[in-house]
């Protein structure tokens, strides 16, 4: 459906040029993170006081050499904005050589700006959010782990340095959501969420071997240059392979499970790792790997289907659950789903699924943090049908998530509006029923976030008598603010196609496709479903009573929904409880017949042993009379050669 | 002369030599027997010199009689020192190497 | 082949008694008449320096070794000759007829060629013509042998060393351990009872007889008790009994007796007594 995209469309190779000037630094944004949280996690208790300050200050630090090596490629050419910068040779072996080496180049310097960006604002944020936790030091330790391992993923200029990022992401995500480990479903969320990407890095390892089995090297300048010469299936297989690694790392279907129940760690975390940067990994590193999903049709299919699966089932769950920050994760789930679905309609989506990418990461991050202070406000009560009417309580923390509110479902002039319209329009070219599917994700979105802002902040009352909702500290709310700010302008990046130009030198120009409407007509019906989305929610939550507890006369969608689609039974069914059953059968099979056999032969020998050790009875006289037998045989056998 | 008788009297003293050491308990006695059996094979050495017509034989049955003081020494000096320990001159008493 | 004749058979029945006998001093012994005649047989076999050293260093130093450790050692139930190996005797034997017949059966097959006899090799003396070997072929074994019996003197030392692990007890010590076990488990602390001392017999293997008529168990080698040669309380008896015979007593009349009679019974009984050893001395 979709590989006849390849052959129209140039795609770059990777050439990066030598580093000078500010990119040789580019080092710096991995280890100031990493030697911060070296400082905090090997310091102890001595580093408790300031701990939170240097965690923000390296992450600020990062960040400000970002915005250095970001202003100094807008001024070069845009033919010349990729920069390579060697550190060292990581790993030698025979003919295969790993260097450690960094890529700065357009995709990757906007990663490390929304990474370190928007990750200063949480840990600003974090400073106020955990003043109560006895353990805050930790906290911005791993959240500084974090942002050095998402750094070294997007500024790797290998797949092996991608992996190295990617699994210190995934350590940071385990850490970070079984940070209030004393809580048993915090420690069980953690280990499925260390699960679950297990999988998904099994994919991408496999990837890598095949990569460098094919290519003989890891690195993306060798990958591109000969990608388009490689053999079609292995080029597909190599392309599921990375696809089931990013499904793990973004939640996409079927390894979506994980993300849900990662909203039992702080929300700060839940706002950086699980909406705005980790999750959008799998985006990254399909986009990252254009050369190899342009060279691999039936691998970028299925990156569109997951994509469409991904999207509506994160939007239906999003649909009916009661908890805020369950909500904003099938969200997540849902617009991931939307960044997955242009990066898989290949040169023509890569730019606005980045575009996307980027709006979400700061509306999403803003909704999380205003979600934070709305159960900061609540005394961490985190069910919105004991919310309500709380836009006078908490007035900034208000007018912020609505700005959020207004991005994500895609009001005219807000980032969310240019950045999805730009997806479906593309998807609608693509592909009619890709972007039919597209378009009902859009209207279940304007659904479900009215239906939440509506129970947490309008209707009627619903607090216990004993909540005294009040506004966050400063330090909350100016990162929330700022946020709303950039949620708000985030669709400038749009202005004059400016990211789609910024982007081409890395995911190829593409010709200007006519849509089969006209483009402000399909926007037109865009805002029309949104509008249906949220009348619909209007009329079904703004104008009744909302009941205090969930009521369980509910259709068999809505129960589906709420039990995540039965996602965690689907994957019990066919993994867990078949792996149990492998396990168990294994482990009898190993017990009766491998034990069985070794301990019984054991234990024949032992017998033996026992019948013959009699001999040994320890009397002189008897071992006498053996060497006494002996000798006779010795001379009768002499007797029989000589004489016979 | 013929020299066959005597290395038949040698046999028979060395075989009684070996039953004794494999029928008798008391150590001393079975030390007796080996030093019997050392007696019958002394017997053929010098039975032996004398049929060949060279002294070899009776220096080899010198030095069997060196060897077996140095032997009666050390093995009789063990048999003390088992006795001191254990009351017992008995080689079925010294048993426990075994199973 | 005269002296063979005469001493292989008495060789091989010595030999065989030493299979037999149940005490290890007739062994020894017997074992002396085989090691005297070997050495018979080497100097009728043109050996006279072996005869000499078998006389003097197997019959006289070895030999004599070992009746030494034998008193040391002192009777044992090792001399017993029960076998308590099931079935080790009747394979020993077995196997040492096999051995014996396979040997004897060996040899007579072989044939010896004819005696060469030492009267060359002899010539000049068989003490100088074997020192000639010893210092000039075999000399290295020789010095070898030096070697390895002083190993064996070193070792006989060490072996029958015994290190003093506590201070050696004094009169004092002594005395306060004897009255230490004496309030302990009442044993009497003064010397043991002599044997024969309360009895008719004063020999040493005639246990002293208690007051109430019983055994004194301490008055008696323990090597005499091992051999079972002591005498028990009721021949004692008997020998009371034949006294009193002599005397023309009846044995029921003897508690009535008194204090005066008693005493010249006494006297009677001492007089037969002193009778009767002078006539065991004779």
New interface residues.
Partial sequence: MLSGLAAESHIPVVDPAAADGVFSLAWLVIVLPLAGAAILLLGGRRTDRWGHLLGTATSLGSFAIGLAMFIALLGRDSGDRSVGRELFTWIEAGGFKVGMDLLVDPLSILFVLLITGVGSLIHIYSIGYMEHDGRRRRFFGYLNLFIAAMTMLVLAADYLGIFLGWEGVGLASYLLIGFWQHKPTAAAAAKKAFVINRVGDIGMSLAIMLIFVTFGTTAFAGVSAAASGADEATMNVIGLLLLLGACGKSAQVPLQAWLLDAMEGPTPVSALIHAATMVTAGVYLVTRSNFIFENAPIAQTTVVVVAVVTLLWGAVIGCAKDDIKKVLAGSTMSQIGYMMLGAGLGVAGYAFAIFHLITHGFFKANMFLGAGSVMHAMDDDVDMRHYGALQKAVPVTFLTFAMGYLAIIGFPGFSGFWSKDKIIEVAFTENIFVGLCALVGAGVTAFYMTRLMLMTFFTQKRWEPEVHPHESPKVMTVPLMVLAALSVLGGFLLLSNWIVDWLAPVVGHHAHEEPPLPALAMTAIVVLVVAAGVALAWFTIGRTEVPRTAPTDVNVLTRAARADLYGDAINDGLVVNPGRQLVGGLMTFDAAVIDGAVEGQAAGMGGLAGVFRKVQNGFVRSYALSVLVGALLVILALLAVNLG | MSTEPYIILSALLFTIGCVGVLVRRNAIVVFMCVELMLNASNLALVTFAKANGNLDGQIAAFFVMVVAAAEVVVGLAIIMTIFRTRRSASVDDASLLKY | ?TA?WIL?PI??LA??G??FVRK?VH??LL?AV??IS?AV??AV???P??FA??II??TG??LM??LF??M??GV?????VV???RG??V???V??????L???I????IS??T????D???EGG?VP??AN??FSK?VF?FET?SA??I???I??MV??H?ERLEPKESQADAAARRMREYAETGRHPGPLPAPGVFARHNAVDTPALLPDGTVAQDSISRVLAARGTVRSAPALADDIEEIKRQLGQAPEKAPEVSGKSGAAASTEEQNTASTTDGEEEE
């Fill in positions: 082949m063979f292989a060789m091989v030999a065989l030493i299979l290890a062994a020894a074992l085989v090691m070997l047989l080497y076999l043109d050996a320096f072996l050293v078998q260093v197997y130093a070895i070794l070992f450790v034998l040391l050692v044992d139930a090792s001399d017993s076998e308590t190996i080790q005797r394979l020993a034997t196997f040492g007829l096999l051995l014996g396979t040997l004897v060996g040899i007579s097959q010896f060629g005696v060469i006899g030492l060359d090799a002899n068989n013509a074997l070997l010893l075999y074994a042998t390895l019996l190993t064996a003197a070792g006989a072996l029958a015994r």
